[in-house]
């Protein structure tokens, strides 16, 4: 049902600022979950952040603490990923993911239905 595009991925100096965007054809529902996962070369994909439109909570994982930040246009049906005091080990394939639901397991990225292809962020010392 919806489509999802990714773009912003680049290449960017350690310390530096990036933002990611995730834009849906369908309408983002009151009760969507929507998330960022990631997975570097060689690596397992892993949670990045999420958010669950129904009560506003913002969830992040360890890693991206402090630097990263989540929020969405709903009205224009897109969802942002803004990246500051990026980190060689933040190279990645970015992927933004929707579910309809408001997931109590957003962490986990089998309970999302709705996936991107993916933007790469690459991080140089």
């Known amino acids: 049902q919806v489509h999802l595009v990714e773009s912003g991925g680049g290449l960017v100096q350690a310390g530096g600022s990036l933002r990611l965007s995730c834009t849906a054809s369908?309408?983002?529902?009151?009760?969507?979950?929507m998330g960022w996962f990631r997975q570097a070369p060689g690596k397992e994909r892993e949670f990045v952040a999420a958010?669950?439109?129904?009560?506003?909570?913002?969830y992040y994982a360890d890693a991206v603490k402090g630097r990263f930040t989540i929020f969405t246009d709903y009205v224009q049906n897109t969802i942002y990923l803004q990246m500051n005091s990026l980190r060689t080990e933040d190279t990645a394939v970015y992927y933004c993911?929707?579910?309809?639901?408001?997931?109590?397991?957003?962490?986990?990225?089998?309970?999302?239905?709705?996936w991107g292809q993916g933007t790469k962020v690459t991080v140089s010392s």
């Open positions: 369908g309408r983002i529902g009151s009760t969507y979950t």
């Open positions: 958010i669950r439109r129904r009560d506003g909570g913002n």
């Open positions: 993911a929707a579910d309809s639901h408001s997931e109590r397991n957003y962490y986990s990225d089998y309970v999302y239905d709705f």
